[in-house]
Structure formats: structure tokens, C-alpha cells
């Protein structure tokens, strides 16, 4: 990839209006170009190691850079990165998937369930409750602590979750709200000829931990 994604998400930060943002539309129209053609890229290769992507498209896993001001103090229009949920079903998937965020000094590539509904997250968390240590062993696995730090912490609950006893001695694993990993890459590594690689390696890694979570879904 470019450097001219980056360059127009540097701009519409700075930049955050209408009226820039369609005087500006040929240069969005072609970093988004370049987002889709890279994830065109990835969702065969990752197809190799897990044949639920093989059938979805860019366009299916891409998230609008429109943004839903309705609820929100910050009426900024547009989100000042791109992102894509690789899946199924593409971006409305609701089981594990792959994401990839593109935003100046923010850029990750993640694997898991974000936002799980309360029968889908206690799914997960019984998976887990009663098979720590298989979980624990993919979260230790030699190719994947390259990459991650443990399950992503976002929300956590301040106490234990219903149904489950407060002296698990892995509680605070279950105390989740959302079961994810992310490794960080770097602008010099996104722009570099090997970036495709590195992700489709990252990812690569992190299907163990999403065929752990589908089979918690799916019973």
C-alpha cells in the first residue's frame, strides 16, 4: 500500500468537514481503492488456513467512513481511518472474524468477537470456564506471543460475571466483554512490498483463537 491512504486519513483529521471532504472526494475515492484492493489481497491468502473467507469480497467487509453523529457529542462526520471486518458473511458477520484498522499511529490487526450479545458472550465465557488451560495454551502458543499480549482489555467488568464463581482462578480472563487479540504495525510497515505477508502471517496465528471462540458459539 501507498502512502496515499495515510496522507488522506492525515488530512481528514485535520480537515473533518463536509465541504473539505467532497472537494477532496477523487483522493478518498482512491485510497479507498487502495483499502479494498489490499483487502482483495488478504482474503485469499487467508482462505488457505480458514475456508470461511473464501467467498466474501472487499466491498462486504468494509466499514462506511460515515459517521453515526445522532447519539453523539462529536458531530464530526467521517471516521478518520478504514476498517474492515474479514468474516463469513463479511463486516455484518456476528462470529469470529478477522479486522484490520488503518489510521495514522493506530493501525492493528485483530482476530475474534467484538460486542458479542449477552447469550453469545456467556457462550464464551462458559467455553473458556471450562476449558482454561486449551485456551490459555492457544493464548501461550509460541507464533502468536510474537504478535499479541494476551486477550485484548476493553470494558472489563469491575466484578465477576453471573454464573460463575469468584474464586475461578482465571476470573479476570472471564470478566471480558469482548474476546479479542490486536498486534499494532507501523506506517513503515504498512507501506513497505512485504505488508500483505506480515498480515496474512499475523492472521494466520490468530485462527487457532477464532476456532476456539466458533466452536463456543456453535456449540
Known amino acids: 500500500m501507498t502512502d496515499l491512504v495515510l496522507s488522506f486519513l492525515k488530512e481528514l483529521e485535520q480537515n473533518n468537514t463536509r465541504e473539505w471532504f467532497h472537494a477532496n472526494k477523487g483522493w478518498y475515492d482512491e485510497a479507498k481503492l487502495e483499502m479494498e484492493s489490499l483487502v482483495n489481497t488478504l482474503i485469499p491468502g487467508m482462505a488457505r488456513f480458514d475456508p470461511t473467507v473464501k467467498f466474501i469480497t472487499a466491498k462486504e467487509c468494509m466499514f462506511r467512513i460515515f459517521r453515526d453523529v445522532r447519539f453523539s457529542k462529536d458531530k464530526a462526520p467521517y471516521k478518520t481511518n478504514f476498517g474492515a471486518w474479514i468474516a463469513k458473511t463479511g463486516r455484518k458477520s456476528s462470529g469470529p472474524g478477522y479486522y484490520i484498522h488503518i489510521q495514522p499511529g493506530e493501525s492493528f490487526l485483530a482476530a475474534g468477537v ?5 447469550e453469545t458472550l456467556k457462550k464464551i465465557r462458559q467455553e473458556i470456564y471450562y476449558n482454561i488451560d486449551e485456551f490459555k495454551g492457544i493464548l501461550e502458543g509460541k507464533e502468536l506471543k510474537k504478535y499479541i499480549h494476551g486477550v485484548d482489555e476493553m470494558d472489563k467488568l469491575k466484578r465477576p460475571p453471573k454464573d460463575f464463581p469468584a474464586d475461578f482462578p482465571d476470573i479476570e480472563i472471564l470478566k471480558n466483554k469482548h474476546f479479542t487479540v490486536s498486534c499494532t504495525f507501523s506506517e513503515k510497515q504498512l507501506s513497505g512490498p512485504n505488508f500483505a505477508d506480515f498480515a496474512l502471517k499475523v492472521y494466520k496465528t490468530m485462527y487457532p483463537f477464532n476456532v476456539f471462540l466458533g466452536r463456543a458459539i456453535d456449540g
Open 114 to 118: 467484538y460486542m458479542p450479545d449477552p
